[in-house]
């Protein structure tokens, strides 16, 4: 009996955990083939700049696809993903670039995350 109480919650959290993963897995393939291109445009080797732009294709056709595979109507999926791209790409920045976000920037980062929650979490009857 106990188990028939507990099932119901399962799949609803398991559905926001595979949300949430997918969130995480497509804006670090965005944000990481942006970064890849952004280096292939300041390649001066052919043979190099063409391998960067070919990984970075896949890596954004890689984002695209993961990101239509969420279980999530797209119009409440795109909130947490603006704000979750936005904090994988200042990630992503930091590593590869070595550039720490500004004030202006974690300022304006709050603002996306608040509206990324409001248009994700916001309940209409």
């Known amino acids: 009996m106990l188990a028939l109480r507990a099932a119901p919650c399962y799949p609803h959290s398991m559905r926001y955990l595979t949300i949430f993963g997918l969130l995480i897995l497509c804006t670090a393939l965005e944000a990481s ?4 291109i952004r280096l292939a445009l300041h390649r001066e080797a052919v043979l190099p700049r063409i391998g960067l732009f070919l990984a970075g294709g896949v890596l954004l056709f890689g ?6 595979l969420a279980p999530q109507e797209f119009g ?3 909130g947490a ?28 980062g709050a603002f996306i995350i608040a509206g990324g929650a409001i248009i994700t979490l916001w309940q209409t009857s």
């Not at 083939?33 to 890849?36: C, L, N, P, W």
């Not at 984002?63 to 239509?68: E, H, M």
């Open 81 to 108: 993903y603006v704000a979750t791209f936005f904090v994988m790409a200042q990630l992503i920045n930091l590593v590869v670039f070595r550039t720490p976000p500004s004030l202006p920037i974690l300022v304006g």
């Open 33 to 36: 083939g942006d970064a890849v």
């Open 63 to 68: 984002y695209g696809t993961t990101l239509n």
């Open 76 to 78: 409440k999926l795109i």
